[in-house]
C-alpha cells in the first residue's frame, strides 16, 4: 500500500499564510488534498495568484490537487453607526433602510430585501449570534424590534435571518463574476453559500461548464428543508457549521451534521465538514482534546473530506494543523471499528448497474483478500460509486482527464492518478498493473478486483468488473 495512504481527505483554505509557492508545497506533502479559495476575503489579483501557484506545485510534484472557490453569497451586513452602542435587554430599535445612522436606537441595514422578506416575530441574529433581537412591526422601510440578548453593536456586523426566506438567489452578482473567472482559470468545485432551496443550485447551474462540479453549503435552516433534493442537484455537500451553528440552536447541529452525512452517503455524493475544526491552532501549536474529538467524529461518520479554515489561511502554523488533521484521520481509519461502522452506516443500493457493481466490487475485493479496487472513468462517477460503499481496500481511479482526476481529490478513499489514453481495455489494466506494482500498491500473487464501463469513453457506463491475479 501507498505509505501515508489516507482514505479521508483534507481540503485546506489558501490565504496570507500559505499562498508562497514554497507553502503550499510544504501543506500538500503534510496531507493537503485540495484547496479552498475564501471569495469573502480576497482581491481579485489573489484569485489568480491563489490558482496559478497552486498549479506550480500540482506540475512539480506530479499530483493531482483540487481547487474550490468558495463564493461570498448574499452575506448581510448592518451599516455605518457613528459610534458602538450599547444595548440591553427589553430595549426597543430601530433597523432603518439606509448606509449609515447617527441617531441613538436605530441601526442602518442598507439590504431593501430583508424589509420586503423579514415578519413579525422573526429573529434577527447580528453578530454571528451574540446580539438577538425579535421583529415587533414591518414598515416599509424600517423594522421595530426589541432586544433579546443584549451586547456591544458595531459597524458592518454580520446579520443572519433564521427564520426568514429571503426574496432573492443566492447567487449575487458579484458571485457570477468570480463564477466567469474560476471557470476561466480551470476550478474544480464551486462551493454555492446560503443555499435556501434547490433553484440556487439550478441558477449557478445554468452558468456552470459540465466540468465544473457544485458543492452546496448546508449553513441556513431553511436549507435543511429540501436536503434531499438539493443533495440530489448537486454534486457534493458543506456543511458550514458556521453560519449554521447561528441560524439552529448549537444543540441541534451535531445531528444534522450526521443527517448530513447520511443523505450525502446515501445519494453518493462527496460531503465535506468544515468550520473551527481545529481553531485553537490559529495561534496554538496543538488543539484542544475537543477539537481532536470533532476531527475524530466527522472521520468516524464518514465524511470525505475535512476542512481547515483559518487555521491555513492566516494562523501561525498552517503546516502542524494540516499534519494533526493527517494524524487524525490516520488514527480513526486503524481503528479496528471503523469499517464496521461505515458499513452499518450504508442504506440499501439504489437500484442501478453501476451502484450494485460498486457493491459487488466490494465484496469481491473483501472475499478474495485484494488490497485494491480500480476504477476506470473519463468522469469520475465509477470511483464515486465505488467510494459510496467505503471498501477496505484502496480505491485506485485511473482517468485520461486530469480535471476528472482533481474533482476526485475530494472524494472518500480514491487514490487517482491521470494515466495516459489507452486504445482498449487490455492496454488499460497492462498500464495499471505496472504503476501498481512500482508503487507497491500490490504484490506478485494478489489479486486485483477491476471495475469498468464499455464501450471505453461512453460516459455513465459503469458494467464491467473483473478480476485479474498479479504475475
Given at each position: ?9 483534507i481540503l ?20 493537503v ?56 435587554r ?37 453578530d ?6 425579535k ?37 449575487t ?9 474560476a ?57 458550514a ?32 465538514v ?12 496543538t ?7 470533532d ?59 453501476p451502484d ?23 468522469s ?23 480535471e ?67 504475475d
Open positions: 500500500m501507498i505509505k501515508n495512504y489516507r482514505k479521508t481527505k485546506a483554505t489558501i490565504g496570507p499564510s500559505s499562498e508562497k509557492i514554497t507553502k503550499i508545497e510544504k501543506l500538500i506533502l503534510s496531507g488534498d485540495a484547496f479552498r479559495i475564501n471569495c469573502s476575503h480576497i482581491a481579485d489579483f489573489q484569485f489568480k495568484n491563489y490558482i496559478e501557484n497552486i498549479r506550480k506545485v500540482e506540475k512539480k510534484l506530479k499530483k493531482p490537487i483540487g481547487i474550490l472557490i468558495d463564493l461570498q453569497g448574499p452575506k448581510l451586513r448592518i451599516g455605518e453607526i457613528e459610534n458602538n452602542m450599547p444595548l440591553k427589553g430595549q426597543k430599535l430601530l433597523l432603518i433602510n439606509n448606509k449609515k445612522s447617527s441617531k441613538p436606537n436605530e441601526v442602518p441595514l442598507p439590504e431593501e430585501k430583508v424589509f420586503k422578506s423579514v415578519k413579525v416575530n422573526h429573529p434577527i441574529f447580528i454571528d449570534g451574540k446580539i438577538k433581537l421583529v415587533l412591526k414591518v414598515y416599509k422601510n424600517i423594522i421595530e424590534t426589541k432586544v433579546i440578548s443584549e451586547g456591544i453593536l458595531k459597524s458592518k456586523k454580520g446579520i443572519n435571518l433564521p427564520e426568514t426566506v429571503l426574496k432573492n438567489s443566492a447567487l452578482s458579484a458571485d457570477k463574476k468570480n463564477v466567469k473567472k471557470i476561466e482559470l480551470g476550478v474544480d468545485w464551486i462551493a454555492l453559500s446560503f443555499i435556501q432551496s434547490p433553484e440556487d443550485i439550478k441558477d449557478l447551474r445554468k452558468i456552470c461548464k459540465k466540468n465544473v462540479s457544485i458543492m452546496a453549503k448546508i449553513e441556513k435552516p431553511t436549507a435543511l428543508n429540501h436536503i434531499n433534493k438539493i443533495t440530489e442537484l448537486a454534486d457534493g455537500l458543506m456543511i457549521r458556521g453560519d449554521l451553528g447561528v441560524e439552529l440552536p448549537i444543540q441541534d447541529v451535531p445531528s444534522w451534521q450526521k443527517r448530513i452525512i447520511r443523505e450525502a452517503r446515501m445519494q453518493g455524493k462527496p460531503v465535506v468544515s468550520t473551527q475544526m481545529l481553531e485553537s491552532m490559529i495561534t496554538s501549536k488543539p484542544t482534546r475537543a477539537e481532536v474529538s476531527v475524530a467524529t466527522a472521520v468516524f461518520e464518514g465524511s470525505d473530506a475535512v476542512m481547515l479554515s483559518a487555521e491555513s489561511a492566516i494562523g501561525d502554523n498552517p503546516e502542524l494543523a494540516v499534519k494533526m488533521m493527517d494524524k487524525i484521520a490516520h488514527s480513526v481509519e486503524k481503528n479496528p471499528n471503523y469499517s464496521s461502522i461505515l458499513l452499518a452506516q450504508l442504506e440499501e443500493t439504489p437500484d442501478s448497474t450494485a457493481i460498486a457493491t459487488a466490487s466490494r465484496t469481491l475485493a473483501t472475499e478474495l483478500n485484494s488490497p485494491v479496487i480500480v476504477c476506470y472513468t473519463e469520475g462517477s465509477t470511483g464515486i460509486k465505488v467510494s459510496r460503499v467505503r471498501p477496505k481496500q484502496m480505491i485506485l481511479t485511473v482517468t485520461p482527464i486530469v476528472t482526476a482533481r474533482k476526485l481529490t475530494l472524494v472518500w478513499g480514491v487514490k487517482c492518478i491521470v494515466q495516459k489514453d489507452a486504445n482498449n481495455l487490455e492496454e488499460m489494466i497492462k498500464m495499471t498493473k505496472a504503476y501498481s506494482k512500482k508503487e507497491k500498491i500490490i504484490k506478485k500473487g494478489e489479486k486485483m478486483v477491476i471495475t469498468a464501463g464499455l464501450p471505453l469513453k461512453k460516459l455513465g457506463t459503469t458494467n464491467l468488473i473483473r478480476v485479474i491475479k498479479i
